[in-house]
């Protein structure tokens, strides 16, 4: 049997046709009052992830008041607020949403349904609710001026071609995201295991302590190196080329455990005022708005030269290994022991004699690097499952882009 197929490059739009929004597709305006429905399915748009079809959370009636917005399974729930947001997902049930969304159900004499969705996430689709959108704090689009847009419609014999390919692309996608969730749950249970082997659930980190003792030497941070406090590196002084640097706020967007690349630079002028980073150095967040902040930390396991703003403190060990450190400092044994020191009101602070006090097992250095070596092992993989996700996806917004 033939396949067919098409040269998504060399598309011949001459004998496609336009038509208008409300051609396209029906705005579903059924109400609903939350307070009196059989529904049991409340979608808001904080339960709708951007650039993604799929709806993976939901409420309930008792979550909200005022009439909401009734939707069918497979309508589109689109987020006409902010809608720079690009919130548009499939229902895969009956239920009632936002006011804030549109219902959208496609016209199957002028789209594929199956294709909808795809257009729904498209540039030329996104970019025009966003050009229409009205407000300024909380931008929104109305269904009177939305109807009215015009857009370039491919022909039936392309839409299930096209809804196939891009189907077959999204499984991809979900397979590889599955994987990379399931990566992701074995890699935190094998670092708690690895690093300590205790049960921390439903325990004081206290009792952990205790019960981690009776099985291997512990000791506190103090024994094994020292604490240093960063200096300077205002974000005045920040250029884009010049002696890498690592400021606090970093420590909670851009660096996960290890510092595996640098997003700030400085002249070598302001290099001076820092602190030189040092090879297997863990740089602490010193302070933090929630709990969940305090001591976010990543450790340096370069060669090269590198600085440290002010902010954060720097544990210097005497000899351990650093991939080992990046992995226990960010383990619930010593997260946990951080939380309970954190002090603060509006803004939480830990400081260095915080850090000298965290206990950890005293284990040999050889033991170190294999602990650090089997957990990059693991990591490795999910940056590859990662790194292949990101060329899917980008496959396939390039699809729906030359198409639409």
């Not at 300024?136 to 009215?148: E, R, V």
């Amino acid at each position: 049997m033939a396949t067919e197929k098409i040269d998504l490059n060399n598309l011949d739009k001459s004998d496609w046709k336009t038509y208008r929004f409300d051609e396209i597709a029906q705005n579903i305006s059924e109400r609903v009052d939350p307070n009196n429905t059989d529904l049991e399915v409340y979608i808001g748009l904080e339960h709708i992830d951007s650039e993604s079809l799929h709806i993976k959370r939901h409420g309930t009636p008792d979550d909200v008041n005022g009439i909401k917005l009734k939707f069918y399974k497979d309508d589109i729930i689109f987020g006409r607020r902010r809608a720079y947001q690009r919130k548009a997902g499939i229902a895969t049930c009956d239920g009632f949403c936002s006011a804030h969304a549109l219902v959208l159900r496609a016209n199957p004499d002028v789209i594929d349904p199956a294709l909808f969705p795809f257009f729904m996430h498209s540039d030329l689709f996104m970019n025009r609710a966003v050009d229409i959108s009205v407000g300024s704090l909380s931008p929104t689009i109305n269904w009177g001026t939305l109807k009215h847009q015009e857009f370039l419609i491919p022909p039936r014999s392309l839409q299930g071609i096209t809804a196939k390919l891009l189907w077959s692309g999204d499984s991809a996608i979900k397979a590889d995201k599955k994987s990379n969730d399931k990566l992701e749950v074995f890699l935190e249970s094998e670092i708690e295991s690895k690093i300590h082997g205790e049960k921390i659930c439903g325990r004081t980190i206290n009792k952990v302590i205790e019960s981690l003792k009776e099985r291997k030497p512990v000791t506190p941070l103090q024994m094994l190196g020292t604490v240093l406090k960063g200096r300077g590196i205002p974000k005045a002084d920040v250029i884009k080329n010049g002696i890498p640097c690592v400021r606090y706020g970093e420590l909670y967007t851009k660096h996960h455990r290890l510092i595996r690349e640098f997003h700030s630079s400085v002249s070598k002028e302001s290099a001076e005022s820092a602190v030189k980073l040092v090879k297997n150095d863990v740089l602490f967040a010193g302070s933090g708005e929630t709990i969940a902040e305090i001591g976010k930390s990543a450790a340096f396991i370069g060669d090269h030269d590198a600085y440290a703003g002010s902010d954060i403190l720097i544990f210097r060990s005497k000899n351990m290994d650093g991939v080992y450190l990046g992995y226990l400092m960010n383990s619930q044994l010593v997260r946990q022991q951080l939380n309970k020191l954190g002090t603060g009101a509006t803004v939480m602070h830990v400081y260095g004699g915080d850090i000298n006090s965290i206990k950890v097992p005293d284990i040999s250095r050889q033991e170190q690097e294999d602990i650090g070596i089997y957990l990059e092992s693991i990591a490795g993989r999910i940056a590859e499952v990662n790194e292949r996700l990101n060329r899917l996806q980008t496959l396939q917004k390039q699809i729906i882009n030359q198409v639409f």
